[in-house]
Each structure stands twice: as C-alpha cells, then as structure tokens.
C-alpha cells in the first residue's frame, strides 16, 4: 500500500482542499515511482514511428482522413503486424539526405565536422494505417473507467458560462481533446470516463494557460498541470484513474519535482472546477444525508 494511501486510511479526509491535497500526493508517488509497464510499452512502440511534418500529415489526411497511426511495411513488421493484402498505400514524400565534404581548410578548423549531411531532395514512400494492418494488439496507455455522472453536464455548463464552447470534432484525432482559447474541441467516442477526464484535462488548459502564464511555461509544465488538475478531480468524483495520469505526464517528460512547483496553481484550479461540480443549493436540500460529496470522499479512501 502507498504511504498516501495509508494516509488515506489513518485519516480521512474531510474537506475539499484535504481530498485535492492526498490526491496529489497519491499523483506525486505515481511519478517518483517511475515508468510504468503500460507506459515503457507504449513508447517503445511509439519511438519505431516515424516523426512527419506537417506537409505529410496533411497529404495523409487528405488521402485517408481516418488515419489514426501509421508506419511503413517493415516498421508494422517490426511491431507484428502485417499489411494487409491489397491494402493502398499512402504516399508521403521522404527526404533524402546526401553528405556534403567541406573545403580543406574549413575541414582543418574542426577535423570533428569534416563533412555534414544536406537535404539533396525528396522521394514517394509509402505508408499505411493499423486499419490496414493485422497482427499484436499495440500497447495502449491505461484508460480512465468509471461514471462521472451528472459531472460532465455540470462542468460543461461552467465552462460555457465562462464563455468557452465545446465542441465534437473527429477530425482531432488521434488527440483526445484540444484547446483553442475560448474554444475546446472533445474526440467523439470516448467512453464518459475518459471523456470527463479529458474535458477537465482542456478545462485546466483554458484556466492556466491562455494568459500570460502561456508564455512563462513550457509544454512540459503546461501538460503537467493540466493532467494533474485532471487526476485530481477525476479521484475526487470516485473515477478509477490507475496510472494513466502519471503515464501520460511522463510521457511528456514530466515528473515529480516539477508537478511540485505546480502545486499551487494546480490546487487552485482544481478547487475552482470541484466548486462548480457541486449540485445546486435546491438540489442538495432534498438529497438524502450522505451526500455526493460524502460518497466521494469515501470512495477516495
């Protein structure tokens, strides 16, 4: 059992800002535990993908906009998973990369950069989605489960009466759920689970990071928080979260110490959005004496 856990069960906490504290601990002890299983899975898997720029992720949307991860034939191969017969490739273009020598003299300065590699051109090369693939299940980051209830409904109603629109929109993937000032966009079909997670997850972006605080952080640091703040009040409202938040921070390359310079901002801003998850005032006068909140805070421990 973890020592935020024992805590848990030595004292319960009674508060909001006691719950939003032992939830950040349990988030810290994740992230100095280190890589998990699912996670150095996963990123194997990912680093045998190739990095496309932006000219070839449009040529790929424009050729199969339902492309979700794609690779070559022997990098699927790799992976054990074997195109299928048939199937079309998508044509990309990749650079091919020549070595220019340098002059004598330039070559005596720094006898280490001798030579250096230039871009003489680009080739057609051909790639393919898992859809057209068949073999190994790849590894997935672990999912959020659970019933937010009534949650979603409630936090989407916060976020519109600060102005900000939710949209469904297919065309974000293979993201989850984006960000846009004023604006965020949710990847339809997640299951309420991860679809709250992921709606608070843009939620904190929206609150953090869309003034000047943008651009005194880093991605890393903005991606910390917002998943912090996402863990935080998925455990409060009784979701199962596993390790999918400290996954996805370390994917990022975040970790503990860092989530710990957060901390404030992070508490804050879970506390604005658990504040505007609590029922109405007439609704709570007619629950019965334990409450949502109550409920909750069993659960956690």
């Known amino acids: 059992?973890?020592?935020?856990?024992?805590?848990?069960?030595?004292?319960?906490?009674?508060?909001?800002?006691?719950?939003?504290?032992?939830?950040?601990?349990?988030?810290?002890?994740?992230?100095?535990?280190?890589?998990?299983?699912?996670?150095?899975?996963?990123?194997?898997?990912?680093?045998?993908?190739?990095?496309?720029?932006?000219?070839?992720?449009?040529?790929?949307?424009?050729?199969?906009?339902?492309?979700t991860r794609v690779a070559g034939f022997w990098t699927w191969k790799n992976l054990g998973r074997s195109v299928n017969a048939g199937a079309k490739g998508i044509r990309i273009l990749a650079p091919i990369v020549g070595v220019r020598r340098k002059k004598d003299e330039e070559a005596q300065k720094d006898i280490t950069k001798q030579n250096e590699r230039?871009?003489?051109?680009?080739?057609?090369?051909?790639?393919?989605?898992?859809?057209?693939?068949?073999?190994?299940?790849?590894?997935?980051?672990?999912?959020?489960?659970?019933?937010?209830?009534?949650?979603?409904?409630?936090?989407?109603?916060?976020?519109?009466?600060?102005?900000?629109?939710?949209?469904?929109?297919?065309?974000?993937?293979?993201?989850l759920g984006m960000s846009y000032s004023g604006r965020i966009a949710i990847l339809p079909g997640q299951t309420k689970a991860e679809e709250f997670s992921t709606l608070v997850h843009e939620a904190a972006h929206e609150m953090m990071h869309k003034t000047e605080r943008r651009t005194a952080t880093t991605k890393t640091v903005r991606e910390t928080e917002a998943e912090a703040v996402a863990f935080v009040v998925g455990k409060a409202i009784g979701l199962v979260t596993g390790s999918a938040s400290a996954d996805y921070i370390n994917l990022y390359h975040g970790n503990a110490s860092l989530l710990a310079e957060s901390l404030e901002v992070v508490q804050q801003t879970a506390n604005v959005i658990l504040a505007a998850l609590e029922p109405p005032v007439e609704d709570r006068a007619t629950e019965p004496q334990t409450t949502e909140a109550d409920a909750q805070l069993a659960e956690a421990a």
Do not use: W
Not at 26 to 33: D, K
Not at 130 to 152: A, K
């Open 118 to 175: 230039v871009l003489v051109g680009f080739r057609n090369t051909y790639v393919f989605d898992i859809s057209q693939t068949n073999g190994v299940d790849l590894p997935e980051l672990r999912e959020v489960s659970g019933d937010p209830g009534e949650n979603i409904d409630r936090l989407a109603a916060f976020l519109e009466a600060q102005g900000i629109q939710i949209v469904y929109n297919p065309k974000i993937a293979p993201a």
């Open 1 to 67: 059992m973890s020592n935020a856990a024992a805590n848990i069960d030595s004292k319960k906490p009674t508060t909001k800002q006691e719950l939003i504290t032992v939830n950040i601990k349990l988030l810290i002890e994740q992230l100095e535990a280190g890589h998990s299983e699912a996670l150095t899975n996963y990123l194997t898997a990912m680093s045998r993908f190739h990095n496309y720029s932006f000219g070839n992720v449009l040529e790929i949307a424009r050729q199969m906009p339902t492309a």
